[in-house]
């Protein structure tokens, strides 16, 4: 079946530190990936995608590029800021219809000033 | 254009009680999901629906009950709670033609005692 597997947390980095938080698929055939962001007492909201092997999603700073080679989605930010503390969901979608998102369990981020 | 919205916000039940959530969405999506978010468990689907008047069965849908006799309204109902349907509750919708980014409201902090 499809899982996603990201690297347990929490995960605490001083203000501008270099941010990776590591994510690992099984799927089937081609999925999407994407990466979520939780900011506290909020729901998710998309903060970048891929849709195909050897794409780079990109948003704030952020950057994921779909590994078809190593399963792999890792989320990189070069210089991470207090406003960056949130909860980090790694998540695929197979490319068919309505087929529902896959979510890794979460990584917790905090960043001190 | 208010995205995705959740009714209520807040919830305490006691054990046996019943309750419906509300998850209402004005972006014509097709397709509408219900998870629950608990700590270390990342979400979990619940059950989805493709379209006004069908639903289908999630990863966790044993306890709970869903409708969607308009497009825009997915309602999950608990007929009897039990404690361990504490959670938080997001509901979350997509369009059917060709985008896959799921769109999540704010969520819902049930508490059963």
């Known amino acids: 079946g499809n899982s996603v597997t990201q690297m347990e947390g929490p995960v605490t980095l001083s203000e501008e530190a270099f941010l990776t938080i590591n994510c690992t698929y099984t799927a089937t055939g081609y999925p999407s990936l994407f990466w979520y962001v939780q900011y506290p007492g909020e729901g998710l909201q998309l903060l970048l995608k891929a849709t195909k092997a050897d794409d780079k999603g990109s948003n704030k700073g952020f950057e994921a590029t779909y590994r078809k080679e190593t399963t792999s989605f890792h989320l990189e930010k070069g210089s991470v800021q207090v406003s960056d503390s949130a909860v980090y969901f790694c998540a695929l979608s197979r490319n068919s219809g309505n087929t529902p998102l896959v979510f890794g369990k979460g990584t917790r981020l905090s960043v001190i000033a | 254009n208010a995205g995705v919205t959740q009714t209520p916000k807040f919830r305490v039940l006691k054990t046996g009680q019943s309750m419906t959530l509300l998850c209402a969405q004005d972006m014509n999506h097709e397709y509408m999901y219900w998870y629950r978010q608990d700590p270390g468990m990342g979400l979990r689907l619940i059950h989805y629906?493709?379209?006004?008047?069908?639903?289908a069965k999630g990863e966790v849908p044993d306890g709970y009950n869903v409708s969607r006799l308009k497009k825009q309204n997915f309602l999950l109902g608990l007929e009897s709670a039990a404690p361990s349907q504490t959670s938080v509750y997001f509901c979350a919708s997509k369009t059917g033609t060709g985008g896959h980014e799921q769109f999540f409201g704010p969520g819902t902090r049930l508490t059963v005692l």
């Open positions: 629906s493709v379209g006004e008047g069908t639903t």
